[in-house]
């Protein structure tokens, strides 16, 4: 018996620990989320051109939207299944650029990533358009930042640290306003999608010191993004990188279950 109240308790800490760390992605006190956000309308996939560093990028863009295209019907399947809101829905098809979006570079070194504003009419408009009070806006985009590279075939632990090509995400919920209500961005030196590799090998068998950072193929990053969850009880319905993201998301934005942890936040954003 003590052992299991012992287990128990270590659970519930975790439990406890994990609502905290969500709590902190919302920029204004959760109770207020929670009264402002009743019904969520979520964006298809958007990807920002800018940043996009590849051979082939606009074909790059066009197998990201490829390969996510179920993205936003999971994320709205999902946060209903989920809770919280009165509704989850999908919001019309709208562009990157209609939404008036501003980009700005955040971080150094391994942490660089974007982060958007928004202008608020699109916002409202969109919003208003599908009778939501705020909208979620998922957007994938490029990244040229310095990297450490593992040799992946050595046990001499090698690595290449230099400027590497990513694709990364993020995803805010905005209100009709414009204002950012919570925000998840990729944890530092994460990234969604290599967009080159360091060639090790090459290195190796012509005896050269210098290592080449090449470019994937476009061929080897649409295999890499189709290639589905394995696992007896994994969910096949998105390919495994997609599965990733909308499964974080939704773990991470959830209003009904942590709304005693936290009563401050930071100051919301416009």
């Known amino acids: 018996m003590k052992m299991l109240m012992q287990g ?22 959760i109770e207020t989320y929670k009264k402002q956000v009743r019904t969520l309308a979520v964006l298809p996939l958007l990807v920002d051109r800018e940043g996009i560093v590849h051979p082939q990028a606009d ?20 946060l209903r299944k989920k809770g919280g809101y009165f509704d989850v829905r999908l919001a019309p098809p709208t562009g990157f650029t209609a939404l008036g979006a501003v980009r700005s570079v955040v971080g150094e070194g391994a942490a660089t990533h974007f ?17 939501a009070d705020a909208l979620l806006v998922v957007v994938m985009h490029g990244v040229t930042r310095e990297e450490k590279r593992w040799n992946p075939y050595s046990a001499r632990l090698e690595y290449l640290s230099t400027s590497y090509r990513s694709i990364l995400w993020t995803a805010d919920v905005v209100a009709r306003d414009g204002t950012l209500l919570w925000r998840y961005t990729q944890p530092d030196a994460e990234v969604f999608l290599p967009l080159d590799y360091a060639d090790f090998t090459e290195a190796y068998w012509n005896r050269v010191d210098e290592v080449e950072v090449k470019p994937i193929t476009l061929a080897g990053l649409q295999r890499t993004l189709s290639a589905p969850n394995e696992g007896l009880f994994a969910d096949k319905t998105l390919p495994r990188l997609y599965d990733g993201m909308v499964q974080k998301i939704v773990d991470e934005l959830s209003p009904g279950l942590f709304s005693g942890l936290k009563k401050d936040a930071a100051p919301a954003e416009k």
């Open 8 to 29: 128990l308790s270590t659970g519930l800490v975790l439990f406890l620990l994990a609502g905290c760390s969500g709590s902190k992605l919302y920029k204004v006190p």
């Open 59 to 78: 074909d790059v863009v066009t197998i990201l939207l490829q390969e996510g295209k179920e993205v936003t019907p999971q994320l709205v399947e999902r």
């Open 115 to 131: 982060e958007y504003r928004y202008q608020p009419e699109a916002v409202a408009a969109v919003a208003e358009a599908s009778v």
